[in-house]
């Protein structure tokens, strides 16, 4: 008989499904924008609100979601984020004010994913140790295939069935396959008899279960320059999920043809969480990371000058791929500087400092628009605060550095 597939796999597997749909559905905004907007007689403010809400919870709350399920297991956290995801697209199909959809999309599904997100990468860092980079880096291509091929299939339910309808089939396939997902992730390989990475003695299950306190990590240094490096580059961070389709299509490009957009960063984010994560783990994970932050900036400075389709189409993959590299990255990192045992809290933690750049960044740069009638200065604001977050991120010290200078 051949040898059985590590259990750790299928918990892979089963974050990279989780990921998928909640990401998946968030990054199908776009799709569902004029619907909202027509419906509701909305301004591209009021309805870029939504998705801001939504995006300041699913990061805000990992510093909830994190200890929580560093405490109970991801399992349970991540069933109850689905329930809220599914419950409230469903809520939203049925809305008839745009306040409602603020609570039911931008609240409970914004909470939903909050309470997946953090649990379902957390909990990998202890199912392997030296391969995280790579082992995230799959689970989270599960976002990137998500922006890929979510949009297209949330379009094509809206054209048949309505923006309520398409929201209904979403809701059930979340619940369904989402709770499935959700209850394969075992909380560490002690929990069925095993040793991180697939070993069969105790070689690093130090590493996998010891770890600094969430405390103790946050007097360092390097939690507060990645902390600060994440929330400032967020601010034009998720501007492209909500406003590029629009502003293909105010450039005079088929919405067809520009809704795909959002799919070419799925493209580009699946390809930099599929292979930068693996690479990173022979090459350095801190020299990758300055990377992706400093490429992320270039590619918001190439969408300034950019307004042909081809040019809007370079810009898509290779933010997504800078943008993928960077959200495998982070975990690993993290565990790189602080171990595996506390990784849910502290990742939480620093996720929540992306939350107030996922508020701000869609509705000014819709409420910019109203204002102006051009993305000009939003752009222009989220290259400029991605360059001066890649300004911050170079003054961080590696791991092993910052090891040897504590003694």
């Known amino acids: 008989m ?3 597939v590590y259990f750790g796999w ?16 968030a990054y199908s905004f776009a799709s569902f924008f004029d619907g909202l907007e027509a419906d509701f007689q909305a301004s591209r403010g009021d309805v870029s609100l939504i998705f801001s809400i939504a995006g300041f919870l699913y990061f805000s709350l990992g510093a909830i979601s994190g ?34 959809v603020y609570l039911s999309y931008g609240v409970a599904v914004g909470v939903g994913i909050g309470f997946a997100y953090v649990p379902s990468v957390g909990v990998l860092q202890r199912w392997f140790v030296r391969r995280r980079g790579l082992v995230t880096g799959l689970a ?22 309505g923006w309520r309808g398409a929201f209904q089939v979403l809701a059930g396939v979340v619940l369904v396959i989402g709770l499935a997902a959700a209850w394969m992730l075992y909380p560490s390989p002690a929990a069925r008899g095993l040793y991180p990475d697939g070993e069969k003695t105790a070689v690093g299950e130090g590493a996998s279960l010891s ?52 799919s070419l960063i799925g493209v ?22 300055i990377i992706m932050f400093l490429g992320m900036a270039l590619m918001h400075a190439w969408w300034y000058v950019s307004t042909s389709f081809w040019a809007l189409s370079v810009y898509a993959v290779l933010f997504g ?20 045992k506390n990784v849910g809290g502290i990742l939480g933690l620093q996720y929540s400092g992306i939350a107030l750049g996922s508020l701000v960044g869609p509705v000014a740069a819709g409420f910019a628009f109203d204002l102006t009638g051009s993305y000009d200065l939003p752009i222009a604001a989220s290259a400029a605060t991605a360059f001066l977050a ?18």
């Open 321 to 340: 791929l800078f943008y993928g590299g960077f959200v495998a990255l982070a975990p690993a990192l993290i565990a790189d500087y602080y171990g595996a």
């Open 2 to 4: 051949g040898q059985k």
């Open 211 to 262: 770890g600094m306190s969430l405390r103790g990590a946050l007097v360092t240094r390097p939690f507060w320059l990645l902390f600060a490096a994440s929330s400032i580059s967020a601010v034009g961070l998720f501007v492209p999920f909500v406003h590029l389709v629009k502003f293909s299509v105010d450039h005079g490009h088929d919405e067809s043809w520009s809704v795909l957009l959002i």
């Open 268 to 289: 580009g984010s699946m390809s930099g969480r599929l292979t930068l994560g693996g690479l990173a783990d022979r090459f350095g994970r801190h020299r990758a990371i």
């Open 390 to 407: 890649t300004a911050v991120i170079l003054t961080l010290r590696s791991p092993a550095q910052w090891r040897r200078r504590l003694g």
């Open 140 to 161: 989270v291509a599960g976002i990137g295939v998500g922006t890929l091929i979510a949009p297209p299939i949330s379009r094509f339910l809206v054209e048949i069935l």
């Open 67 to 100: 200890p929580l399920s560093d405490r109970l297991g991801s399992r349970p956290v991540v069933a109850f984020g689905m329930l809220l995801i599914a419950g409230g697209l469903l809520a939203s199909s049925f809305a008839q004010s745009l306040w409602q």
């Open 10 to 25: 299928f918990v892979v597997v089963a974050a990279f499904v989780v990921l998928f749909l909640g990401f998946g559905i």
